[in-house]
């Protein structure tokens, strides 16, 4: 997906009152300022009660929905056949913050979506470093070299620590 498309899908559901959080490689470009590798997909948490709208609008602009065994960790995913893949994690607001499915990773928290990031120069939602490097730690597929370089980016520009249990 290139950066053009997620804009102008950014731009169309926040005017439709559709807030997203860009999550996953795109979160990882936008928190860094510019776009450091391809991206397959766009991975974006909303809240909950924003899902079927959110579905309804893909759906009518061609999207279907992408049955794989790894659908158990979202909510969502869709296609379009045009090289739009869209991957949706969703939360809940509750007393004690947003909450992912409890069955994967440790779900979002309040401060994990205080992320604001800028691709190509557009300011964006998206989640924060520190969610994106827990993501990576508790993830259950095996990473890839791509993730250890954005763990190892991210760390760098925000001066953090890499994490340990992960290798370089």
């Known amino acids: 997906m290139d950066s053009k498309y997620l804009l102008d899908l950014y731009s169309k559901?926040?005017?439709?009152?559709i807030k997203i959080w860009?999550?996953?490689?795109?979160?990882?470009?936008?928190l860094l300022?510019?776009?450091?590798?391809?991206?397959?997909?766009?991975?974006?948490a909303i809240e909950r009660n924003k899902?079927?709208?959110l579905r309804s609008y893909l759906i009518?602009?061609?999207y279907r929905d992408v049955?794989?065994?790894?659908?158990?960790?979202?909510?969502?995913?869709?296609?379009?056949?045009?090289?739009?893949?869209?991957?949706?994690?969703?939360?809940?607001?509750?007393?004690?913050?947003?909450?992912l499915k409890e069955d994967y990773w440790d779900g979002y928290s309040v401060d994990s979506l205080n992320g604001v990031g800028y691709i190509e120069g557009y300011k964006v939602r998206c989640v924060s470093v520190e969610q994106l490097i827990k993501t990576h730690r508790n993830?259950?597929?095996?990473?890839?070299e791509k993730d250890y370089k954005d763990i190892?980016?991210?760390?760098d520009k925000f001066k953090i620590e890499y994490p340990e249990g992960l290798r370089i």
């Open 152 to 155: 190892r980016a991210l760390c």
């Open 51 to 53: 899902l079927l709208e």
């Open 33 to 44: 300022g510019k776009q450091t590798r391809p991206h397959e997909d766009l991975d974006i």
């Open 139 to 144: 993830d259950r597929r095996e990473l890839k």
């Open 13 to 17: 559901l926040e005017s439709m009152g």
């Open 67 to 99: 049955e794989r065994e790894k659908n158990k960790m979202w909510d969502l995913v869709m296609n379009d056949g045009n090289g739009h893949e869209i991957e949706v994690h969703t939360f809940d607001l509750d007393d004690n913050g947003m909450v």
């Open 60 to 62: 009518a602009h061609g």
């Open 22 to 30: 860009i999550d996953g490689g795109w979160a990882v470009d936008a």
